[in-house]
């Protein structure tokens, strides 16, 4: 069974409109992270959170706000939409602190923005 | 910041020839490196991860190793087969900072000589 799970798996959204991308696992696990990944530039981190109601800036933030309603739940919201965010977007979790943790990724939510 | 430079975009092999991918990394904490490999449709996934310079990681064929002097980690294979097409990425991961931040490099995208 899939550990963490994206939803939706795709999805077209408009120039302004506001998007929501979900993310659940079920690894028990307190870090959960949310990636954007775009041909040439690998996968970049947006958010991510190590408690629930509590996120923290990756190095790519702005145009995107997080929210961890709980420990299995982790959303990325576009509040305006923008052609650059098209993208495809992956969520992950790991457990630990303080070191090195091996991060499992969702199969991802390929965005388009029109 | 912590940055990976992953300079091979595309490397294109025959059948049971040996595969080397190289990376340099640059960190002011202590390092662990891994390796992810993403198939196409699915979410990147751990392939090694090495904790110690020097120290060989091995799993599915592949070995990994990192250079502390030379702050560079390099993956190979000897023989690869079609099932090893994918895209791979070094990724540089914090010890000690509390984040469990991972930084990726823009990935090698390997295939077969058709």
């Known amino acids: 069974e899939a550990a963490v799970t994206q939803s939706p798996r795709s999805k077209v959204a408009v120039t302004g409109g506001k998007v929501t991308l979900s993310c659940h696992q079920t690894n028990n696990h307190d870090y959960m992270y949310w990636y954007r990944q775009d041909t040439g530039h690998g996968l970049r981190l947006i958010h991510y959170s190590y408690v629930a109601d509590s996120t923290e800036k990756g190095d790519i933030p702005d145009g995107y706000k997080a929210s961890r309603p709980s420990q299995e739940n982790f959303s990325l919201i576009l509040e305006l939409a923008s052609l650059s965010q098209t993208a495809v977007y992956f969520c992950?979790?790991?457990?630990?602190?303080?070191?090195?943790?091996?991060?499992?990724f969702g199969p991802g939510t390929r965005l388009t923005v029109l | 910041g912590d940055s990976v430079t992953q300079m091979q975009g595309q490397v294109t092999l025959s059948e049971d020839d040996f595969l080397f991918i190289n990376c340099t990394y640059s960190t002011t904490w202590y390092p662990t490196l891994f390796w992810y490999v993403q198939y196409p449709g699915e979410g990147p996934q751990l392939l090694l991860k090495v904790t110690t310079a020097n120290n060989k990681g091995i799993s599915r064929g592949f070995e990994a190793t990192y250079d502390k002097g030379t702050t560079s980690f390099h993956l190979q294979k000897a023989s690869v087969q079609e099932s090893d097409s994918a895209v791979y990425y070094c990724v540089l991961g914090e010890r000690g900072t509390g984040s469990n931040r991972l930084t990726f490099g823009k990935g090698t995208k390997f295939s077969l000589i058709p």
């Open positions: 992950a979790s790991s457990e630990g602190w303080g070191g090195a943790y091996e991060q499992y």
